[in-house]
Nanobody, 120 residues
Framework: QVQLVESGGGLVQPGGSLRLSCAASGSIFSIYAIRWYRQAPGKQRELVAT??????TYADSVKGRFAISMDNANNTMYLQMNSLKPEDTAVYYCSYGLVLSTTLRRIDYWGQGTQVTVSS
């Protein structure tokens, strides 16, 4: 009912920047939360950034370097990542909290993940 398409990952040198995007389409009535997670090899999935009920929250490890945003007209969220470090290397996943137009029920949808590698 809802499709998410992530893009923007890749290989970048330490200190560089990347912007991830995640476009949602389908039976969407409204979006009440957007989130970016990441999972590094051998580690648990970590919440990186979220906007929920108009409140923006970041993990301490990315504060001042990452910025989450939303283009409401196109149902696309972004994660701007600056001053990247090797420890930012992970698979990044987007997640939408939304209300389906078909059932008016709340449900979470996840993107397929995109690899970010920070290395010289």
């Amino acid at each position: 009912q809802v499709q998410l398409v992530e893009s923007g990952g890749g290989l970048v040198q330490p200190g560089g920047s990347l912007r991830l995007s995640c476009a949602a389409s389908g039976s969407i009535f409204s979006i009440y939360a957007i989130r970016w997670y990441r999972q590094a090899p051998g580690k648990q999935r970590e919440l990186v950034a979220t906007i929920t009920n108009a409140m923006t929250t970041y993990a301490d490890s990315v504060k001042g370097r990452f910025a989450i945003s939303m283009d409401n007209a196109n149902n696309t969220m972004y994660l701007q990542m600056n001053s990247l470090k090797p420890e930012d290397t992970a698979v990044y996943y987007c997640s939408y909290g939304l209300v389906l137009s078909t059932t008016l029920r709340r449900i979470d949808y996840w993107g397929q993940g995109t690899q970010v590698t920070v290395s010289s």
